[in-house]
Structures are given as C-alpha cells and as structure tokens.
C-alpha cells in the first residue's frame, strides 16, 4: 500500500462519505476507509477514535452540506427551508442520511440544528417550556419521512408524488405547531 504521509480528518471523511455514496454504509469499514485515503488501518486513528466516532463525523459532513439561511429566515420560512435542505442532503447520500435517526445529536452539526428548530418553533409561538417536545416531534417526523425516501420505502411512488407528500406533511407539521402550546 502506497504511503500517504498527509492526510487530515477531512480526507478520512470524504472517503468515508464517497464509500457509503457509493457502495452503502456496510462497506464503510475502517480498512476499506484506509484503503481509500491510501494508508494504513491504524493511521486513521490520528484522526478518529473509532468507528462509532467516525459515523458521528459522517452525520457530521451531511449535516455540513445544509445552507445557511442566516438571520434572513425565522419562524416557519426558516423550518420549511431546513426541511428542504434535509431533503437534498438526504438526496445526496441516502446510505448515510438515516444515521442522522440512529446516532445520538452530539456533533456540532447536530446540536447546530437542533437550535436552529428551537429557535424556530420559539419563533412561531411554541413556549419555551415545549421547545425540547418540539423540536423532537418536527425533527422525527421530517427526518423519518426523509430516512423513508432515501431508503427506498417510496420507490414505487413518483418523484413528483413524493414532492406533494412531503409539502402536505410540513402542512401537517405547521397546523400540528399550536397543538404544542394546548391549543386545538
């Protein structure tokens, strides 16, 4: 195996992600990793402490994909455009996208967004004492529409099906919004 004497974290994730894109998260091993980057097993542990580490990393780096819509967006706007942007990344990389169901929000990127929701759900009158039900309610049921669809479960429904399924479910979600405050 050729040496490769630099490489960084960065390196070690891209081929991680480019090795889920490619052939699913199962193929994501720490030898087929190295063998990507073009090192040794061992000298990935420069850079990350384990597998489980490295899966956090990989929610990490699609999670780093979503745009930044600032200060610009608040309220539902803002909610409607992080949906979104979770569709195109779960898009991007369906192999990696559920992990983001599976694995506890630790990283930045996770935390990132969950603030971002609360800020959010505060936005559109959800009370304080509800942000933490909120945003766990709105975040599984997005994420668990989208895992769904980068999983394959609608494979037989039509791209443009799919679309209006997702736009009727954030409808669904932004009517659901009083509901957490005991309104009916």
């Not at 390196?11 to 990507?36: F, K, P």
């Not at 994909?65 to 309220?75: A, K, Q």
């Not at 169901?101 to 996770?110: D, E, N, V, Y």
Request: aromatic share 4%; with cysteine.
């Amino acid at each position: 195996m050729p040496r490769h004497s630099r490489f960084t974290r960065d390196d070690v994730i891209a081929g991680a992600l480019s090795i889920a894109d490619e052939q699913g998260l199962g193929a994501v091993t720490m030898a087929a990793v190295a063998g990507r980057v073009g090192v040794t097993p061992m000298a990935l542990y420069r850079h990350v402490d384990d597998k489980e580490h490295l899966l956090d990393l990989l929610v990490e780096a699609v999670l780093s994909e979503l745009s930044d819509p600032g200060s610009r967006l608040s309220g539902w706007p803002l909610l409607e455009a992080l949906a979104h942007g979770l569709r195109a990344a779960a898009e991007r990389h369906p192999h990696v996208f559920p992990l983001l169901l599976q694995r506890p929000a630790i990283t930045s990127g996770s935390l990132l967004l969950r603030a971002r929701i609360r800020g959010a759900l505060l936005d559109c009158g959800v009370s304080a004492e509800d942000l933490d039900r909120g945003e766990r309610l709105v975040s599984t049921v997005a994420l668990g529409f989208l895992a769904s669809e980068a999983g394959g479960r609608f494979h037989d429904v039509p791209p443009d099906q799919r679309d209006i399924d997702f736009e009727i479910l954030l409808e669904l979600v932004r009517q659901g919004l009083p509901a957490l405050n005991g309104e009916q």
